[in-house]
T-cell receptor
Framework: DAGITQSPRHKVTETGTPVTLRCHQT?????MYWYRQDPGHGLRLIHY???????DKGEVSDGYSVSRSKTEDFLLTLESATSSQTSVYFC??????????FGPGTRLLVL | SQQGEEDPQALSIQEGENATMNCSYK?????LQWYRQNSGRGLVHLIL?????REKHSGRLRVTLDTSKKSSSLLITASRAADTASYFC????????????FGKGTRLHILP
């Protein structure tokens, strides 16, 4: 996992509540990514960061925001969770030769 | 939009047999990568092949790339129970801002 951790690993929340997922890396990677994984859709990019305070949208960014105030931390926030955001969320960091190192994932259930 | 499309979606083979998975993509690529995902875990990088390479080996893995057909294959020889997982191809374009794009994966099940 190249030193990438995610917290929490599991979360159950109610529709309309804000949720923040945290990704932490110890390898000083510049690029970091948030994906969601759903059956039939594979991995879809939500947001990514190319440096501290530098972020950009991915394929499915609506309803999500991110922040990166330190190299090691990349936060994903669901401002007002909806049932369609029930998913498994993966954080990744880009290593050498454009390969990606993934965290263990966060299972989020929005009731 | 998805760049890589794996085929088949699911594959079951006997332990000891070889497993072949294919990936097709649509646009020109700088490199193509294969990842493995065990149930409930994150993806793990297996191998990367660049657009100017045709074949690459890593242990029991063999990857081929045919840029004229925009396709790649992953061969796992002498399969083991531990190879049971989902396998994803991922492509990277030439532009600096290009992001890696993952396919939907092939679920491989090794039967004892």
């Amino acid at each position: 996992d190249a030193g990438i951790t995610q917290s929490p690993r599991h979360k159950v929340t109610e529709t309309g509540t804000p949720v923040t997922l945290r990704c932490h890396q110890t390898e000083n990677h510049r690029y970091m990514y948030w994906y969601r994984q759903d059956p039939g859709h594979g991995l879809r990019l939500i947001h990514y960061s190319y440096g501290v305070k530098d972020t950009d949208k991915g394929e499915v960014s609506d309803g999500y925001s991110v922040s990166r105030s330190k190299t090691e931390d990349f936060l994903l926030t669901l401002e007002s969770a909806t049932s369609s955001q029930t998913s498994v969320y993966f954080c990744a960091a880009r290593g050498l030769a454009e390969t990606q190192y993934f965290g263990p994932g966060t299972r989020l259930l929005v009731l | 939009s998805q760049q890589g499309e794996e085929d088949p979606q699911a594959l079951s083979i006997q332990e000891g047999e070889n497993a072949t998975m294919n990936c097709s993509y649509k646009t020109s690529i700088n490199n193509l990568q294969w990842y493995r995902q065990n149930s409930g875990r994150g993806l793990v990088h297996l191998i990367l092949i660049r657009s100017n390479e045709r074949e690459k080996h890593s242990g029991r893995l063999r990857v081929t790339l045919d840029t004229s057909k925009k396709s790649s294959s992953l061969l796992i020889t002498a399969s083991r129970a531990a190879d049971t997982a989902s396998y994803f191809c991922a492509t990277v374009g030439f532009n600096r801002d290009d992001k890696i794009i993952f396919g939907k994966g092939t679920r491989l099940h090794i039967l004892p």
